[in-house]
């Protein structure tokens, strides 16, 4: 799942998995993928939970930016397409 709106990247993993479940109805320990972009769209944090616990990403591009959806409320769901 990616959430569209950008987040205040100082948030570690559980701050993101409350957002999760407050914002989005989402259930951050059922296996599935958060995804996050900051402000700028040159930095993401993922969140996944493996089975023992939360685990965090964080990638920052040094040129560019990610391509990203437009912003919106809520989040959208990637598909292998």
Do not use: H, N
């Amino acid at each position: 799942m990616v959430a569209t709106k950008p987040v205040d990247f100082r948030k570690g993993a559980d701050s993101l998995a409350a957002l999760v479940e407050a914002e989005y109805g989402g259930k951050p320990y059922s296996g599935v993928i958060y995804v996050f972009r900051a402000k700028r769209a040159d930095r993401i944090k993922l969140i996944w939970w493996d089975g023992t616990g939360l685990c965090l990403m964080a990638k920052r591009l040094e040129q560019g930016a990610f391509k990203w959806p437009r912003i919106q409320e809520g989040v959208m769901r990637l598909t292998a397409a």
